[in-house]
Nanobody, 111 residues
Framework: QVQLVESGGGLVRPGGSLRLSCTASRSIFSRYAINWYRQAPGKQRELVAAITGGGTTSYADSVKGRFTISRDNAKNTVYLQMNSLKPEDTAVYYC?????WGQGTQVTVSS
């Protein structure tokens, strides 16, 4: 079955780093761009970063320069390296490919 599974969330202090992983079914990973979204408490879901099959990346202005999205085709995995984390980055992070969504992983940035 088609699946997207996120991992790597957790609790970090401001200024810290986390690396999120999204492992997707080959049928999705090999065909579609993979996106990272996040939804913070009381906020609407927003697109954080995206990467195409060819490696072209895009980022929300709020994370540009701090987050890096990459993909490892051999592992069917997309990563989101998050550096210089801020409390405003606190959210549930979801990976998405085509119409498929993972369950999300919680990122909490707090002192």
């Amino acid at each position: 079955q088609v699946q997207l599974v996120e991992s790597g969330g957790g609790l970090v202090r401001p200024g810290g780093s986390l690396r999120l992983s999204c492992t997707a079914s080959r049928s999705i990973f090999s065909r579609y761009a993979i996106n990272w979204y996040r939804q913070a408490p009381g906020k609407q879901r927003e697109l954080v970063a995206a990467i195409t099959g060819g490696g072209t990346t895009s980022y929300a202005d709020s994370v540009k320069g701090r987050f890096t999205i990459s993909r490892d085709n051999a592992k069917n995995t997309v990563y989101l390296q998050m550096n210089s984390l801020k409390p405003e980055d606190t959210a549930v992070y979801y990976c998405n490919g085509m119409t498929y969504w993972g369950q999300g992983t919680q990122v909490t940035v707090s002192s």
